[in-house]
């Protein structure tokens, strides 16, 4: 299945430490490394940055 290799399933953690996530895919070509985007975290009502894990 190529698709799952270059546009991998990923998840956002919170770096707020709330631990809420977003589930994404990325595309592996454009983006190799971790991601990092800035969101909104409904647990603490602001927009923070999350970061990929794996």
Do not use: C, Q, W
């Not at 919170?14 to 990325?26: E, F, H, N, Q």
């Amino acid at each position: 299945m190529a698709r799952n290799e270059i546009r991998p399933i990923i998840k956002l953690r919170s770096t707020a430490g709330t631990g809420y996530t977003y589930v994404t895919r990325k595309n592996r070509r454009n983006d190799p490394d971790r991601m990092i985007m800035r969101k909104y975290d409904p647990i603490i009502r602001k927009h923070v940055d999350f970061r990929e894990e794996r």
